[in-house]
């Protein structure tokens, strides 16, 4: 049996008020959980220091899950930022509910010690698939993902929001009183097209 363990852990910056995060991360959770309830094994889980985790039976499942996540604290303007690890670990042969639960075990214990060596990186993404091609090929992906995300400013997110929600900026001009020329301007500027194309480029690689 198959199962993709998601962890993540809030980046913590001394400007961030752990109280308010913890709430606004409880909220986030609770949203995704409802939206995907059906590509989970296990929901996303609040453990501790801001800190969450999950377990589906797909890599496409959990990696849509991580982009929904990722547009979710846009959509609401929350300016924390999260490091996600994906983990495929694979239980061969189910002999009991107490060996699997014994090797699901080991498995999170492998993604919260890769979870600590991502905080020390500037990477936000560590994918860790049965597949070392593919993980590469799917890490230097997210580089260029996160690159993107994390060129919006929280001053932008409200737009930003509004292209991801439309994606045509003559609405997007239309509902933020801007003239044709400005919503594609502004389109451009915030590389939407290259971030969609991204994602497919992510959906597309397994």
């Given at each position: 049996m198959e199962h993709f363990i998601l962890m993540a852990e809030v980046i913590q910056t001394k400007d961030l008020n752990k109280d308010s995060v913890d709430s606004d991360l409880k909220n986030v959770?609770?949203?995704?959980?409802?939206?995907?309830?059906?590509?989970?094994?296990t929901t996303l889980d609040i453990l501790f220091d801001n800190e969450f985790q999950g377990i589906t039976n797909s890599l496409q499942?959990?990696?849509?899950?991580?982009?929904?996540i990722e547009e979710c604290l846009i959509e609401n303007s929350l300016d924390f930022k999260l490091k996600y690890v994906l983990y495929h670990d694979y239980i061969k042969?189910?002999?009991?509910?107490?060996?699997?639960?014994?090797?699901?075990g080991l498995g999170l214990i492998d993604a919260r010690d890769r979870l600590?060596?991502?905080?020390k990186t500037e990477s936000r993404f560590l994918i860790a698939t049965n597949n070392e091609k593919?993980?590469?090929?799917?890490?230097?992906?997210f580089l260029i993902y996160g690159d993107y995300v994390d060129s919006w400013k929280k001053n932008d997110f409200e737009l930003v929001s509004a292209f991801l929600n439309n994606k045509n900026y003559k609405e997007v001009a239309s509902l933020f009183?801007?003239?044709?020329?400005?919503?594609?301007?502004?389109?451009?500027?915030?590389?939407?097209?290259q971030y969609?194309?991204?994602?497919?480029?992510i959906l597309s690689a397994f």
């Amino acid at each position: 049996m198959e199962h993709f363990i998601l962890m993540a852990e809030v980046i913590q910056t001394k400007d961030l008020n752990k109280d308010s995060v913890d709430s606004d991360l409880k909220n986030v959770t609770s949203v995704i959980n409802k939206i995907h309830k059906n590509k989970f094994i296990t929901t996303l889980d609040i453990l501790f220091d801001n800190e969450f985790q999950g377990i589906t039976n797909s890599l496409q499942h959990a990696i849509e899950i991580i982009f929904d996540i990722e547009e979710c604290l846009i959509e609401n303007s929350l300016d924390f930022k999260l490091k996600y690890v994906l983990y495929h670990d694979y239980i061969k042969t189910i002999h009991s509910k107490h060996s699997a639960y014994e090797r699901l075990g080991l498995g999170l214990i492998d993604a919260r010690d890769r979870l600590k060596l991502i905080k020390k990186t500037e990477s936000r993404f560590l994918i860790a698939t049965n597949n070392e091609k593919t993980s590469l090929y799917l890490n230097n992906l997210f580089l260029i993902y996160g690159d993107y995300v994390d060129s919006w400013k929280k001053n932008d997110f409200e737009l930003v929001s509004a292209f991801l929600n439309n994606k045509n900026y003559k609405e997007v001009a239309s509902l933020f009183n801007l003239n044709m020329s400005s919503g594609w301007r502004r389109e451009k500027s915030l590389k939407l097209k290259q971030y969609y194309t991204i994602k497919e480029m992510i959906l597309s690689a397994f």
